[in-house]
């Protein structure tokens, strides 16, 4: 199975940096590409920015271009999402999960969600 743990969230003012790892196991991490998604309150979960499984391309939500950065160490099979920059609309729960390709981001079958890191964006 892909098991994700998320950690590193928390509250921060605007303008603020926050750095949040992604812990895999389960599979042979170095394989896949990963993606970071969000979910705001009362809204869906989407997609945040993806990369490859080694460390070849990245992909990121026009929104985040330019402030957060997507990086992975393979020895520790773990990604982080590098978030500077942070804007209130940027307040949400975090996840990651394995995807297809970093064009797409799409969730592959049998990822499971984990619980999730809260970013709180608020002065």
């Known amino acids: 199975q892909l098991q994700f743990v998320e950690s590193g969230g928390g509250l921060v003012q605007p303008g603020g940096s926050l750095r949040l790892s992604c812990a895999a196991s389960?599979?042979?991490?170095?394989?896949?590409?990963i993606g970071w998604f969000r979910q705001a309150p009362g809204k869906e979960r989407v997609g945040v920015s993806c990369?490859?499984?080694?460390?070849?391309?990245?992909n990121y939500v026009d929104s985040v271009k330019g402030r957060f950065t997507i990086s992975r160490d393979n020895a520790k099979n773990t990604v982080y999402l590098q978030m500077n920059s942070l804007k209130p609309e940027d307040t949400a729960v975090y996840y990651c999960?394995?995807?297809?390709?970093?064009?797409?981001?799409?969730?592959?079958?049998?990822?499971?969600w984990g619980q999730g890191t809260l970013v709180t964006v608020s002065s």
């Open positions: 990369i490859g499984n080694s460390n070849s391309s990245t």
């Open positions: 999960a394995a995807v297809s390709g970093t064009i797409s981001c799409a969730v592959l079958p049998g990822s499971i």
């Open positions: 389960g599979f042979t991490f170095s394989y896949y590409d």
